[in-house]
């Protein structure tokens, strides 16, 4: 043989061999050994070895790896990062809770922002988990009926002391209870694309605390302009927990999904888990065999938490549409007591925005069943602490609030194991379906997210499906202890949370759309409206503009 024939042999060889062992000999920026890789796209589920490399998953194998970072994850599963799309408050104290509940990617689609452009500016660099916001309708009212001055962002974190300033001026929440014209429809919905056109997530709507302001037609309108772009409108919805006609909770739904099915843009009905959830759920799965872009979410507790000046903590909401009395289901975590009906008309009177639990009995049977849902993805509302002061370096004994800020993704899957759900349909709930959701709107950073695949994204988190439980409660000190059994978190290939500790890195990137150099506001107006769909002067209907 040849010299040359020699050199092609031995570089075929050499080849070959890199081919067969590619994982051994490469190594790895983290590597995860021995552990139970869980993935619900693929229902892929068995021991392996996993390695990360430049913030993704560059191999899943049998064979040994090696990496400058081990874990030994025997008899532990490796899922692919929590998704969660309704976390309020930009507060890390608050952040720093969901992630160590094994959350990897932290949105607000409900109450959302407004600027976005600078709000995602401002938190560059500062999230453990990836992060990212829709446009708040809200606010949007707040700056066209209450005249506040929002130049700069504002989040959640903003939104209790922005509701007390809308009623300094006259004594009026003009938010949630003025009735907008058509010009203001128009004032507000520019302000909804502009954030659109910033890259916001979708059109974020809290309707049901403003049923009172917000007109069908300006609903229609708020999401068309996110129709626009081909984005989800969110929303709590206008009759959320009400049981009784003529206002039953399915007829909120139905507004939304009628314009949603009618723009055909996607819907994310949000905390779908009170009177009527069975309805609704029934109508999502129907839409989604006709191929609309729809899902839900819920959380696996039978009580909320708002301020409690709410219009859902009033007395005709409370003892009207859910006959309950306050002292058996308003709870005060400051006082740790149940409140009377008395102290609650003087506590509202003078502390409105104080952050109170809610419970709602029959909550306790419906959950075992949400938990079996399909498409029905686990997101847990957080909320703020009462006391805004605090931060990352806050013991989590000190936060007062609803447990569910730190508990709600160890809990369901607490509950999951205990009644018998399969665990790879409780990941799809924490995980696969709301990136497959979102991805489906477009947004690319979900379609590499929510999978235990090679080539996506490393948001991976490590539990004991055997222990893994929520450690906080209602009762005070509790409520944001962090779970048991979930000892490591990855986000973007970083530990953010390593043997039960947080460890300080801010390894998020913004989940957000391109900015986009034009808008696409399209502002409503009557000669439009007529020119489009009445007689004109030729004697005929004009086709519909698309």
């Known amino acids: 043989m040849s010299g040359k024939n020699v050199q092609i042999v031995l570089f075929v060889v050499a080849i070959l061999l890199a081919g067969i062992v590619p994982a051994g000999a490469q190594d790895y920026d983290i590597v995860i050994m021995g552990g139970r890789v869980m993935d619900p796209e693929r229902m892929f589920d068995a021991v392996r070895n996993v390695g990360v490399r430049d913030g993704r998953i560059a191999v899943i194998t049998e064979a040994a790896i090696t990496g400058r970072e081990t ?77 506040l001055d929002i130049s700069g962002p504002v989040d959640a974190s903003d939104m209790i002391d922005m509701r007390a300033e809308s009623l300094a001026a006259d004594g009026i929440p003009g938010w949630s209870v003025t009735v907008s014209n058509l010009d203001q429809i128009n004032q507000i919905t520019q302000l909804l694309d502009e954030d659109l056109r910033q890259g916001a997530l979708c059109v974020g709507n809290t309707v049901g605390y403003a049923s009172k302001g917000i007109s069908t037609y300006e609903m229609f309108e708020a999401q068309r302009a996110g129709a626009r772009y081909g984005r989800a409108t969110a929303l709590h919805s206008r009759f959320h927990t009400s049981s009784k006609p003529p206002n039953e909770a399915q007829l909120g739904f139905a507004e939304v999904f ?95 925005s104080r952050i109170v639990v809610g419970f709602n009995p029959p909550r306790l049977e419906w959950m075992k069943h949400w938990l079996r849902m399909p498409h029905m993805v686990v997101a847990a509302d957080s909320m703020w602490s009462t006391d805004t002061s605090q931060n990352w370096d806050t013991d989590p004994a ?29 990941l799809a709930q924490l995980s696969y379906w709301s990136a497959r959701h979102l991805g489906d709107t477009g947004i690319e950073a979900m379609k590499v997210r929510g999978r235990m695949q090679e080539g996506m994204v490393a948001d991976i988190t490590i539990f004991d ?62 000669e439009q409206w007529l020119n489009d769909f009445s007689l004109v002067d030729s004697g005929a209907v004009r086709p519909r503009p698309e």
């Open 71 to 147: 874990v030994d994850a025997t008899g532990l599963v490796v899922a692919p990062g929590f998704i969660d799309t309704h976390v309020h408050s930009s507060n890390k104290f608050n952040i720093k809770m969901v992630m160590m509940d094994g959350v990897t990617s932290a949105m607000d689609f409900e109450a959302g922002a407004l600027n976005v452009g600078q709000w995602y500016d401002r938190e560059a660099g500062r999230w453990p988990t990836n992060f990212g916001t829709c446009t708040s309708h809200e606010m949007a009212r707040m700056k066209v009926h209450d005249g």
């Open 258 to 352: 009628t314009n949603a099915v009618l723009l055909k843009a996607p819907l994310l009905y949000m905390h779908n888990n009170d009177y009527g959830w069975w309805e609704i759920e029934e109508k999502l799965q129907m839409a989604r065999e006709m191929d609309l872009n729809m899902w839900s979410e819920y959380y696996p507790y039978a009580a909320g938490s708002s301020a409690i000046g709410a219009d859902g903590y009033k007395p005709e909401a409370v003892e009207g549409m859910l006959g309950l009395k306050y002292e058996d289901m308003m709870y005060d975590p400051a006082q740790d007591k149940y409140l009377t009906k008395e102290e609650y008309l003087q506590i509202v009177e003078v502390d409105p």
């Open 398 to 426: 000190e936060y007062v609030g609803h447990p569910r800020t730190s508990g709600t993704h160890t809990k369901s899957l607490r509950m999951a194991r205990e009644g018998g759900v399969p665990l790879m349909f409780t």
């Open 465 to 526: 499906s055997e222990t893994v439980a929520e450690g906080s409660d209602y009762k005070p000190g509790m409520n944001g202890l962090p779970p048991r059994g979930l000892p490591h978190v990855i986000v973007n290939g970083r530990f953010v949370k390593r043997d039960g500790q947080a460890t300080d890195v801010m390894a998020g990137q913004p989940i957000r759309f391109p900015v986009e150099e034009n808008g696409r506001y399209v502002p409503a107006s009557t």
